[in-house]
């Protein structure tokens, strides 16, 4: 995983995981959880990025905000994936089975 989300941003996929949890228990609709994590995604990455990086230019901003996106996208994605596989894993107990 280290070779495509940057280490930096890992604490961006439980915080992710968090949201996405708060959303479940609110009255939003489950279909637009995942767009709503990666939009936030997306967002926290990219922020997090101008922040530590101060791109200069418009080559370094472009490349910061590509960056950002596709960091955001990839961190959502384990987070929705990390739910997922808890989600199932629960499933599997409840319907007697073990985790064999």
Known sequence: ?????????????????????????????????????????????????FATDAPQGASEVLTALFSGICQGMLCASASVYANNLVKQAAKRLTDGGDLK
Do not use: C
């Open 1 to 49: 995983m280290e070779e495509y989300i940057d280490a930096r941003l890992y604490i961006i996929i439980p915080v992710l995981y968090a949201v996405g949890a708060a959303l479940k228990k609110s009255r939003v609709s489950d279909w637009l959880i995942p767009f709503i994590i990666g939009v936030a995604g997306i967002v926290l990455a990219t922020a997090y990025i």
